[in-house]
């Protein structure tokens, strides 16, 4: 098995470091046997080949069973031309693998449940599991654009779409990932006021018909979807839904959890592809460099490549349990809520500390 690490700006190869410790004691004492690769993106890849995405590194992503990446951007790159921003680099290998779905857990560890704005009660355990639908929907759709009418004034504009095969491939994933969790899945749109809303629904309905009665399914509004995930998150397991609803119900849900610094979220593809698997969290430059930044995200990206891809789901389970463990004991990194018996670590103390519960 091959996971290609594209480590990119900021924080991004002070975490990916971490995930290689992590990697290296899966090899060493639970037989993992990753190959691990290196490559560039973003403003790195910019610096040295001149473009956020090189073609080779494209292949060599398309070449890995999975790939996993730091993150990009900085205020280095701030004024570089559109298509040469580091963000583009990571728009391109998307586009070029192909990944339409987005998955993003909102899971909540016991020993975090006080960093939450919810109360511990209504967070305690929580473990959803977002599919959101990626390269369709009002962000993609055309006609789009702004133009100025005939009185002067302006009209802006975008295009709501999802054709049946966009709503099955990415309700197919939600369905299959459920039979591996609680076996529910919550469909979100608002059929009630738009007709792709429409379609969606009956489309999921018609696809649960025909080949999941084995998976509970549920329709919510989008509205009513974000007002359930502030009064009682732990109804959930799995959440469907498009690319705009997604995006902002994801990250409500993601701040349930307390820190951007937990948070890890996978984009795949068809299957056979390789899928991109990276922390939620940006390069954040106010502490590049300093040692400081919180690699959990980046191993809990890990977890979910061993889950979802590399086949080695006891792993993933392992991965999880140990960063778990970690924060039982007290690890905290900064920008996690400290509290009584906590001790502060750095970015290579939490890594080590996370790798030596994996070896014991
Ligand atoms: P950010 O996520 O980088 O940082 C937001 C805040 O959270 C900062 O205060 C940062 O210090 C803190 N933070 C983030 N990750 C952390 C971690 N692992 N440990 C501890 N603290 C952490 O978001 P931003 O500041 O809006 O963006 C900075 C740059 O990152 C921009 O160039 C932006 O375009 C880029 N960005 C990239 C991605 C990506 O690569 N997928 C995602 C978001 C933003």
Known sequence: MKLLLLPGDGIGPEVLAE??????????????????????????SLDRHGTPLAPHVLEMAKASDAVLMGAVGGPKWQGVSYELRPEQGLLNLRKGLGLYANLRPALCFPALADASTLKREVIDGLDILFVRELIGGVYFGEPRGIETLPDGTKRGFNTQSYTTPEIERVARMAFDLARQREGRVCSVE??????????????????????????????????????????????????LTDNLFGDILSDAAAM?????????????????????????????????GKGIANPCAAILSLAMALRYQLGRPDLADLTEKAVSDVLDAGYRTGDLLGGEDTRLVGTEGMGRAITERLSA
């Open 256 to 288: 349930l959890t307390g820190s951007l610094g937990m948070l890890p979220s996978a984009a795949l593809g068809e299957p056979g592809m390789p899928g991109l698997y990276e922390p939620i969290h940006g390069s954040a430059p106010d502490i590049a």
């Open 190 to 239: 608002k059929a009630n006021v738009m007709e792709s809303g429409l379609l969606w629904r009956e489309t999921v309905t018609a696809l649960h018909a025909r080949d999941y009665g084995d998976v509970a399914l549920s329709h919510m509004y989008a509205d009513n979807c974000a007002m359930q995930l502030v009064r009682d998150p732990r109804q959930f397991d799995v959440i």
């Open 19 to 44: 995930v290689r410790r992590v990697i290296d004691g899966l090899n060493a004492h639970h037989g993992l046997g990753l190959n691990v690769e290196n490559g560039d993106i973003g403003g790195a």
